[in-house]
Antibody
Framework: EVQLVQSGAEVKKPGESLKISCKGS????????IGWVRQMPGKGLEWMGI????????RYSPSFQGQVTISADKSISTAYLQWSSLKASDTAMYYC???????????????WGQGTMVTVSS | DIQMTQSPSSLSASVGDRVTITCRAS??????LNWYQQKPGKAPKLLIY???SLQSGVPSRFSGSGSGTDFTLTISSLQPEDFATYYC??????????FGGGTKVEIK
């Protein structure tokens, strides 16, 4: 079964650092882009950025450039999203997604992780 | 960046109704448009890709159309399990992407 399994919920204080993970299985992890999507409480989906684990090519949304770091360890089929200094406004659900690119399907997110809830509060 | 505008932001409909949701791109994106359904407390699910192709396992009452800047998601006969929020996503500016603001479909 193709799936993305994310790390568990986190509760952190402002200023703390955090790294959440997304482990892919059931497919060739290095052959698909893995993206991250933020959903703030009661709000819509926001595309944050994406990485190609095969060569670590990474792109960010202008809104998130410099605010987070996306990385991947292809040896363990895991992508990461990290913050160096969290803010209360980072409180949100974060989803990792697999992007599919074929002749027929270009750029759709066909597999979603279950989400990681990050709560930042003093 | 290409912006995606969905309308309406919410709608009320009854079981059996035909429902249409619109997504407009700020510039032409050809057919690089995908649709997702999200139910409360769940991760989104891919419904339609490449503007009009039905993802495997998705009921045929869902359909998509459009190209260029204007796109439509149609539910031909709304079912109880279809009450959810729907998002469009452009994948033209690969590998970057943008979502629309969402349309919440509620029970009338």
């Amino acid at each position: 079964e193709v799936q993305l399994v994310q790390s568990g919920a986190e509760v952190k204080k402002p200023g703390e650092s955090l790294k959440i993970s997304c482990k892919g299985s059931g497919y060739s992890f290095t052959s698909y882009w893995i993206g991250w999507v933020r959903q703030m409480p009661g709000k819509g989906l926001e595309w944050m950025g994406i990485i190609y684990p095969g060569d670590s090519d990474t792109r960010y949304s202008p809104s998130f450039q410099g605010q987070v770091t996306i990385s991947a360890d292809k040896s363990i089929s895991t992508a990461y999203l990290q913050w160096s200094s969290l803010k209360a406004s980072d409180t949100a659900m974060y989803y990792c997604v697999r992007r599919v690119d074929t002749a027929m399907v270009t750029g759709a997110f066909d597999i979603w992780g279950q989400g990681t809830m990050v709560t930042v509060s003093s | 960046d290409i912006q995606m505008t969905q309308s309406p932001s919410s709608l009320s409909a009854s079981v059996g109704d035909r429902v249409t949701i619109t997504c407009r791109a700020s510039q032409s994106i050809s057919s690089y448009l995908n649709w997702y359904q999200q139910k409360p407390g769940k991760a989104p699910k891919l419904l339609i890709y490449a503007a009009s192709s039905l993802q495997s396992g998705v009921p045929s009452r869902f359909s998509g159309s459009g190209s260029g800047t204007d796109f439509t998601l149609t539910i031909s006969s709304l079912q109880p399990e279809d009450f959810a929020t729907y998002y469009c996503q452009q994948s033209y500016s690969t590998p970057r992407s943008v979502f629309g603001g969402g349309t919440k479909v509620e029970i009338k």
